[in-house]
């Protein structure tokens, strides 16, 4: 069974970096699919960031793609994401999750919050 | 980017069907191919109950379906129960090459 669980901290100063871990176990991310990471505002909707598929490229949502990064730590099977410049505007909860075609393994999320 | 449109909100009565649009950019035809949905209650991570249009995972159950016409895609649910009430989102990638994805807007159901 495939699992996903995010972790970082859970309030960021606004300019700083958020910056989040996803921890994957039942799987290797090293042996395929897309891992990546997707955010809800409190309210409101979804919002694709950002994936990778191992031993391809990464890929950001272009609104995002000047500040997001994505790493991958295959020897702790995890991978990360980190958030430059943050604003009240980043606060959300964000998810890691896993795609083929569709985003099928979600972790539970973990709450961002940006304080002034 | 893309945009995918749904209506912000339906409602239907126990029993009945409703259906959901997502209707993505006129030239966004092929992409709609591989849209998927996913079904989220409060407080819960979404969950995918349809993929590539019209396959249902196994574990949901076949009161929901999934169709598609040029560029609008469309998730039916039939014989509604109090269950269903939650919100759903359509997704798909509008490059297959770069692999760029967007979400539509979601859309909240209602069971009256």
């Known amino acids: 069974q495939v699992q996903l669980q995010e972790s970082g901290p859970g309030l960021v100063k606004s300019s700083e970096t958020l910056s989040l871990t996803c921890t994957v176990s039942g799987y290797s991310i090293s042996s395929g699919y897309r891992w990546g990471w997707i955010r809800q505002p409190p309210g409101k909707g979804l919002e694709w960031i950002g994936n990778?598929?191992?031993?391809?490229?990464?890929y950001y949502n272009p609104s995002l793609k000047s500040r997001v990064t994505i790493s991958v730590d295959t020897s702790k099977n995890q991978f990360s994401l980190n958030l430059t410049s943050v604003t009240a505007a980043d606060t959300a909860l964000y998810y890691c999750?896993?795609?083929?075609?569709?985003?099928?393994?979600w972790g539970q999320g973990t709450l961002v919050t940006v304080s002034s | 980017q893309s945009a995918l449109t749904q209506p912000a909100s339906v409602s239907g009565s126990l029993g009945q069907s409703i259906t959901i649009s997502c209707t993505g950019a006129s030239d966004d035809t092929a992409f709609m191919n591989y849209v998927s949905w996913y079904q989220q209650k409060p407080g819960k991570a979404p969950q995918l109950v349809m993929y590539d249009v019209s396959n249902r995972p196994s574990r949901v159950s076949n009161r929901f379906s999934g169709s598609k016409s040029g560029n609008t895609a469309s998730l039916t649910i039939s014989g509604l129960q109090a269950e269903d009430e939650a919100d759903y989102y359509c997704c798909s990638f509008t490059d297959k090459k770069t692999l760029v994805w967007v979400f539509g807007g979601g859309t909240n159901l209602t069971v009256l």
């Open positions: 999750a896993r795609a083929g075609n569709n985003w099928l393994y």
């Open positions: 990778f598929y191992h031993g391809g490229n990464t």
